[in-house]
């Protein structure tokens, strides 16, 4: 009898301690997203009280249009540049800060900084560096394309808007994969180098295997960033010159609340995160198959 | 010869490691000159260091704009949020972990929760906003209650593979002993959550801290509500003529977080590492 209480009095509680998280889940994310996709079937405009249901009308006009195109053109193309500088770098900058060194934790406290810094502060920093610091100096060493701002030309903004990124966006990944690299058997290292393998060998066999989950990680995280990036855009470029930064987010952002076209907006954006699951699902399948764990 | 080789490889090393120093540092140490400078000064020369240390612009921020008022909102705001987040996830995340295996509900609630983490914000941004201004919510009380909505997925996600890996002996003692379920949780459990607690509290603190989106979207329409990043943003907005006025508004705007990671180095990488590694 008493027993059957006990049980009574677990289950309820173990009840309500799932309810809060539930119901602000439900309130603020399901129903804005569940809406969301409602919406994108309408004319609203996000301002009037009437609208009619057209439905997929608005994902085909996104589709077709050139300013959609430029957006997904101008974040696949951002992507794969941040995925392959950060990716790399940190990589390198970990396996250094990872090897037997001086002050390991005084560069690491220095690398590390950026990460806590605002991305918007950042881009503003960045934006009066690239109008007032490098062009003196391509001046001075007359580099054509250092002489002007980086941010002036629709072909150099997106590079511009790339080193913003990858000065503080290394930060996480580079702790990420120097943790990454605690993992990694020192006996296997040690027992290969002995064995007489050669640097790189040990890295392909050994190390990098190993590595790979938090790769993975990493390569999703600094993706979805890519994918998803809005701070640095505003701070730096806010789209221009002539559209040719302004990014899905911004373009999202745009049609909301400044062009008054809400539904458009969230077609675009419910696109947008089947493209992000998509990728996000066929990367962690792929590592999935190649992983030692 | 081949220690000498050996040197030679470890002082390209260093200066490598240097290199990356500088440029880590330059912009801020560009950013700290300029705001010492008059527009006089700075029209001279851009690299030159200051005539004499001149705290005049950081003074006139802090003494004659909104600042102290939106540091005090973005740490209101960043507090409350993270206290929510430690309040609400702990919780459902222990039912989840235990009940997870006997009753269905919870398995699919896992599952429920999972799914938003493939979500990117951009998709629910819009409606959220609509639901928020629907429900009175474009406020300071209003944003930090979205906070803790939207950490409720990836801290689920964390702290449910964490839980599982306590062992539930102790628990059972405690059931033993006739302890209820909420005081062996507040009792036994939370305390032994302590590690992915600072992991959750610092993710969710810098990203609740450096905000800009959120914030633009619920809080731009009055200075009193804004936070440091909307401050930054908006002060740029109006003094863009004046440079080293600009300038300065960009260490007072890191100071904050700048104190906080001298002193909290150490915990605030291991706390971010711990999520993505060994969770």
Redesign the interface.
């Known amino acids: 009898m008493k027993k059957k209480k ?1 049980i009574t ?2 289950n309820i ?3 309500a ?2 309810v ?3 119901v ?2 439900i ?3 399901i ?3 569940g ?2 996709i409602y ?1 994108s079937l309408t004319d609203w405009n ?1 301002l009037t009280n009437n609208y009619h249901f057209i439905g997929i009308k608005n994902y085909v006009s996104v589709l077709r249009s050139s300013r959609f195109q430029n957006a997904i053109r101008f974040n696949f193309k951002y992507t794969i540049l941040l995925v392959v500088s950060i990716v790399g770098l940190s990589l390198i ?1 970990a396996l ?2 990872n ?1 037997k ?1 001086k002050a390991k934790s005084f ?15 950042v881009g ?3 934006n ?2 690239f109008f ?2 490098l062009p ?1 100096i391509g001046q001075l060493l007359h580099i054509e394309w250092m002489s002007r701002s980086l941010l002036s030309s629709s072909k150099t903004a997106i590079y511009a808007i790339l080193i913003t990124n990858v ?1 503080q966006g290394i930060a ?1 990944p580079t ?2 994969l ?3 690299l605690q ?1 990694v058997p020192q006996e296997l290292v040690e027992s290969a180098s002995l064995d007489g393998a050669r640097k790189w060998n040990i890295f392909k066999s050994i190390t990098f295997p190993f590595l790979l989950p ?1 790769l993975t ?2 390569t999703v ?1 600094v993706i ?1 960033d890519g ?2 990036i ?2 640095y855009i ?2 730096l470029t806010n789209g221009g010159p002539g559209g040719a930064t302004e990014s ?2 911004l373009l ?2 745009n049609h ?2 400044k062009e008054v076209n ?1 539904s458009l ?2 077609a675009e ?2 696109i ?2 089947v493209i ?2 998509f990728i ?1 699902f066929i990367q962690i399948a792929f590592s999935n198959k190649k992983s030692v764990y | 010869m081949s220690n000498k080789l050996k040197k030679m490889k470890k002082t390209a090393l260093y200066l490598f490691l240097i290199i990356g120093v500088i440029i880590i540092a330059y912009p801020i140490y560009l950013t700290i000159i300029t705001s010492m400078k008059t527009p006089q000064e700075l029209s001279r020369s851009f690299f030159a260091l200051p005539e004499r240390l001149n705290f005049d612009n950081f003074i006139a921020i802090l003494t004659d704009s909104d600042y102290p008022r939106t540091v005090l909102n973005t740490l209101t705001i960043t507090v409350f949020a993270s206290l929510g987040t430690i309040a609400v996830i702990p919780m459902v995340s222990y039912a989840i972990a235990r009940s997870m295996r006997e009753k269905r509900y919870y398995k699919y609630l896992y599952f429920f929760l999972l799914a938003g983490i493939f979500v990117p914000f951009t998709v629910k941004m819009l409606p959220l906003i609509k639901v928020m201004s629907v429900m009175n919510m474009l406020n300071i009380p209003g944003l930090v209650i979205v906070y803790i909505s939207s950490a409720i997925c990836e801290g689920v996600f964390l702290y449910v593979a964490f839980i599982q890996g306590i062992p539930i002996e102790l628990e059972e003692a405690a059931y033993i002993d006739g302890a209820t379920t909420r005081r062996t949780f507040v009792n036994i459990i939370f305390p032994l959550l302590s590690p992915m607690t600072a992991t959750v509290l610092i993710k969710n603190g810098l990203w609740f801290w450096n905000d800009f989106l959120l914030p633009l979207l619920t809080l731009n329409k009055s200075p009193d509500y804004w936070t440091l990043t909307l401050f930054q943003y908006n002060f740029k907005m109006t003094h863009a003529i004046n440079y080293p006025m600009i300038f300065a508004a960009f260490p007072l705007s890191m100071l904050p977080i700048m104190v906080f990671y001298v002193f909290m180095q150490k915990k605030i990488i291991g706390g971010l590492t711990n999520g993505a590694v060994k969770g």
């Not at chain 1, 560069?107 to 990460?115: D, Q």
């Open positions: 006990r009095e677990r509680t173990m009840f301690f799932s809060p998280a539930t602000l889940y309130l603020f994310f129903y804005p997203v809406a969301g919406y996000g900058m250094i800060l090897s060194i560069f690491r406290g220095v690398y590390f900084f950026p990460a806590v810094v605002s991305m918007l502060t503003l920093i960045f009066e560096v007032q610091v003196p000065w996480i702790v990420l120097m943790a990454g993992n938090v990680v990493v995280l979805k994918l998803t809005y701070d505003v701070a899905t987010a999202i952002y909301g609340f809400f907006g969230i954006a419910v947008v995160t992000i699951c996000s």
